[in-house]
């Protein structure tokens, strides 16, 4: 019987934090912290190693240089891990779960991230029961014992996530995460109920290789009514930008003023690629639906149909990373890479 062999990356989070005496304010500690806290550890019939990342973050800290420090440590190891399970602070959880579906190409192992709303110390602390299962699904194998989840994921709360469909949506309730445009993988009772049929395999030609360059010269950005021209303006000439997220209005809508779509004209022109996501929690753009929406596709937006804004930043950096042309990237931006959106056939 092979005993699974399974890597926690301890990047920092609440989970691993304690209460500073003098200030009060919660500050991350190291990996043994989290081991004394679990002994339950002990009771896997599996090779549990661990990383960790020194000093451990409050993941507001996050960043792409350490996506791909992430992304190395995998690579590394990857033959000789049957999963991995990463922890990490819940506010940028789901930047780092989309950054990493895109990285981490061809992946045929589970990548399983988690972290807790309480720390690990606290007695009602949510870390136990979120750490135990993500080791659980990371180790978890289909009849003929290929991995049942080999692609990156959230595990919190009970439910198990494709992390590139993922919010941090609560700031204080345990279920910190939702998934509003796709369903559960699988969730957590007395059994875990997978949900085989939703779960996304690389096809079995692509190798396992990681994209290790990321281009941040991206940004979000979220429309209002009284929006002011002069900051379109002067954000769509930035010269140093190459990708815009617009979070439009409901189905993909937005102004129809000459002032701002010609803005926009003149910047994707200019080679500038800007991608239409709505602002609304659940559902997708459709800019063929409205006036408002058949505008932005001439002035050479793209749809990023039903995508979060945490997928459609990360998967621009990808994308520009890899070199591509700003063309090339308006056509990936429309396509599912790693599931990231839905395409009504
Ligand atoms: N501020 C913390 C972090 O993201 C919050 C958490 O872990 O839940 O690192």
Same mark, same amino acid.
């Given at each position: 019987?092979?005993?699974?062999?399974?890597?926690?990356?301890?990047?920092?989070?609440?989970?691993?934090?304690?209460?500073?005496?003098?200030?009060?304010?919660?500050?991350?500690?190291?990996?043994?912290? /989290?081991?004394?806290?679990?002994?339950?550890? %002990?009771?896997?019939?599996?090779?549990?190693?661990?990383?960790?990342?020194?000093?451990? +973050?409050?993941?507001?800290?996050?960043?792409?240089?350490? @996506?791909?420090?992430?992304?190395?440590?995998?690579?590394?190891?990857?033959?000789?891990?049957?999963?991995?399970?990463?922890?990490?602070?819940?506010?940028?959880?789901?930047?780092?779960?989309?950054?990493?579906?895109?990285?981490?190409?061809?992946?045929?192992?589970?990548?399983?991230?988690?972290?807790?709303?309480?720390?690990?110390?606290?007695?009602?602390?949510?870390?136990?029961?979120?750490?135990?299962?993500?080791?659980?699904?990371?180790?978890?194998?289909?009849?003929?014992?290929?991995?049942?989840?080999?692609?990156?994921?959230?595990?919190?709360?009970?439910? +198990?996530?494709?992390?590139?469909?993922?919010?941090?949506?609560?700031?204080?309730?345990?279920?910190?995460?939702?998934?509003?445009?796709?369903?559960? /993988?699988?969730?957590?009772?007395?059994?875990?109920?997978?949900?085989?049929?939703?779960?996304?395999?690389?096809?079995?030609?692509?190798?396992?290789?990681?994209?290790?360059? /990321?281009?941040?010269?991206?940004?979000?950005?979220?429309?209002?009514?009284?929006?002011?021209?002069?900051?379109?303006?002067?954000?769509? %000439?930035?010269?140093?930008?190459?990708?815009?997220?617009?979070?439009?209005?409901?189905?993909?809508?937005?102004?129809?003023?000459? @002032?701002?779509?010609?803005?926009?004209?003149?910047?994707?022109?200019?080679?500038?690629?800007?991608?239409?996501?709505?602002?609304?929690?659940?559902?997708?753009?459709?800019?063929?639906?409205?006036?408002?929406?058949?505008?932005?596709?001439?002035?050479?937006?793209?749809?990023?149909?039903?995508?979060?804004?945490?997928?459609?930043?990360?998967? +621009?950096?990808?994308?520009?990373?890899?070199?591509?042309?700003?063309?090339?990237?308006?056509?990936?931006?429309?396509?599912?890479?790693?599931?990231?959106?839905?395409?009504?056939?």
């Amino acid at each position: 019987m092979h005993k699974p062999h399974i890597l926690i990356i301890y990047t920092g989070g609440t989970i691993g934090m304690v209460k500073n005496a003098d200030t009060g304010a919660l500050e991350p500690l190291d990996f043994n912290h /989290l081991r004394h806290h679990l002994p339950e550890l %002990r009771l896997f019939d599996f090779t549990i190693d661990n990383y960790q990342f020194t000093p451990p +973050l409050d993941s507001s800290d996050m960043t792409p240089e350490l @996506w791909v420090s992430l992304a190395d440590i995998i690579a590394e190891r990857y033959d000789r891990y049957d999963g991995f399970v990463i922890l990490h602070g819940t506010d940028t959880m789901s930047f780092t779960a989309s950054a990493l579906s895109f990285m981490l190409e061809g992946l045929n192992k589970p990548v399983i991230l988690t972290g807790s709303q309480l720390p690990i110390g606290v007695m009602r602390t949510d870390g136990r029961e979120n750490l135990i299962t993500a080791i659980e699904i990371a180790a978890a194998l289909t009849a003929d014992g290929q991995p049942r989840v080999p692609e990156v994921c959230i595990f919190f709360a009970s439910h +198990l996530y494709r992390g590139n469909r993922t919010t941090k949506e609560n700031a204080e309730k345990f279920n910190a995460f939702a998934s509003y445009n796709y369903p559960p /993988l699988a969730r957590a009772g007395i059994n875990i109920n997978y949900q085989d049929q939703l779960i996304h395999r690389s096809s079995g030609n692509t190798q396992f290789s990681i994209n290790r360059t /990321l281009d941040n010269r991206v940004l979000a950005l979220t429309l209002f009514p009284g929006i002011r021209p002069e900051l379109i303006e002067n954000v769509f %000439r930035m010269p140093d930008i190459r990708g815009i997220v617009l979070r439009t209005f409901g189905s993909g809508n937005a102004p129809t003023a000459p @002032w701002f779509v010609d803005a926009l004209q003149q910047a994707s022109l200019s080679g500038k690629v800007i991608v239409n996501i709505t602002q609304c929690q659940s559902g997708s753009v459709e800019m063929g639906l409205y006036r408002t929406g058949v505008m932005l596709s001439r002035a050479g937006v793209v749809s990023g149909h039903d995508m979060t804004v945490e997928s459609a930043v990360t998967k +621009l950096m990808v994308l520009f990373g890899k070199g591509l042309s700003a063309e090339e990237v308006r056509i990936q931006m429309e396509r599912s890479i790693a599931g990231e959106l839905t395409i009504e056939q």
